[in-house]
């Protein structure tokens, strides 16, 4: 309540893991995860002193009502609606097409202060979610070792991360990483896919295949992944005006191979520069449309607002474990991630994270 008496109305929240509308609630509730029991505990924080509920709000959790009860219960941290409004961030692409590691190189270039040279700092919104992606996913890829696929059925989102701008504002960023057999399903209700209702902003990953490793002579036909999160997004009203990055991965298998071998030697970029952003994009977009895969370029005439990126997660292929060394694969020259920052950085001046001039006409015809 107001000095004058009036209440503000509690904030609606758009609930990225079920895509459900709700007020906020600001019941003094908050859910605390119990590690030893591996469950959430409900506690009543009105009672304590202001410096103590905020500590527990900032490590805790708040339930999320799921008015549809369409999906499995869920939580989304206490303080996620206290910033500006979130930003949630997909990513879609064939199974194999290398999604969890550049979101996995992406989210570790960040915390390597690679957005510091626009004026942005970052750091866990979620610690516990955060920590266990630090911890299964960061540090395996940081010893080289190939990451495993996206077990189908995810419907919690990746990493959600807070970034703080040079304007001092904060918004919550949450990333998800969906199986790509999820994304390639016709089923009307899976729940894995529910977070395209929700989506600011689409990475649609394309793996570039050498034919002779794949067998397949012909040019590519469909993108089926593609195909079916376009048209879920064209659905929602206003869905042709979420900003879509379409990010060639596997780019080092092209390193030597123009036009290619220009972007990754310039390496991860520091300025925003709307002219070389468009400048890269017609190259990938000359490039997928040489070769015959034109089904990828769909985001591209769809999105009003879009940009194309060659991108290296990994620096190189990964190979099997040599016998009596494990099970899996690793990267023999570890991992050295190269211009994997460049979409979200497209994404974050598309949405408005990152300000100016230069920002307003990224992803611009």
């Known amino acids: 309540m107001t000095a004058s008496g009036w209440t503000p109305p509690p904030r609606r929240v758009r609930c990225p893991v079920c895509a459900d509308e709700y007020d ?5 509730r908050i ?6 029991n591996r469950r959430y505990q409900d ?8 410096v103590k509920r905020a500590s527990l709000a900032r490590r805790g959790y708040r339930q999320c009502p799921n008015p549809s009860q369409d999906v499995a219960e869920h939580y989304l941290p206490a303080t996620y609606a206290e910033y500006a409004d979130p930003l949630v961030i997909g990513l879609v692409g064939a199974p194999f097409s290398g999604k969890t590691h550049l979101l996995t190189a992406m989210i570790r270039q960040v915390y390597r202060e ?11 919104l979620d610690f516990r979610r955060h920590e266990y992606f630090r911890e299964n996913y960061i540090k395996p890829f940081e010893k080289g070792g190939a990451l495993p696929g996206t077990d189908t059925g995810i419907i919690e989102a990746a990493d959600i991360l807070l970034l703080r701008g040079p304007d001092g504002q904060r ?3 949450t990333f998800f990483d969906v199986a790509g057999e999820d994304l390639e399903s016709t089923e009307a209700r899976n729940p894995a896919t529910r977070f395209l ?7 649609f990953v394309h793996a570039w295949e050498d034919p002779l490793e794949t067998g397949e002579s012909e040019p590519e036909s469909e993108n089926k992944s593609f195909q079916l999160a376009v048209e879920s997004l064209r659905a929602l009203p206003g869905g042709e005006r979420v900003p879509a990055v379409i990010a060639m991965t596997k780019s080092d298998r092209l390193r030597y191979v123009p036009p290619v071998d220009r972007w990754l030697h310039r390496g991860d970029e520091r300025v925003l520069d709307a002219a070389r952003i468009r400048e890269e994009s017609r190259d990938v977009y000359a490039y997928l449309h040489g070769v015959g895969a034109r089904a990828s370029l769909r985001p591209f005439h769809t999105f009003a607002r879009s940009t194309l990126h060659f991108v290296s997660a990994s620096g190189g292929d990964a190979v099997p474990v040599e016998p009596g060394g494990g099970s899996g694969r690793y990267f023999p020259r570890g991992c050295r991630p ?16 990152i300000t100016g001039p230069e920002a307003e006409k990224v992803g611009m015809p």
């Open 31 to 36: 859910w605390l995860y119990d590690e030893e």
């Open 43 to 50: 506690e009543d924080t009105r009672a304590l002193p202001e």
């Open 171 to 173: 918004r919550p960023v």
């Open 24 to 28: 906020w609630p600001d019941d003094g």
């Open 114 to 124: 690679g957005l510091a040279a626009y004026g942005i700092d970052v750091s866990a």
């Open 197 to 203: 209702l929700s989506a600011n902003a689409v990475v």
């Open 338 to 353: 190269t211009r994997v920052l460049e979409p979200l950085v497209a994404i974050l001046a598309m949405t408005g994270t």
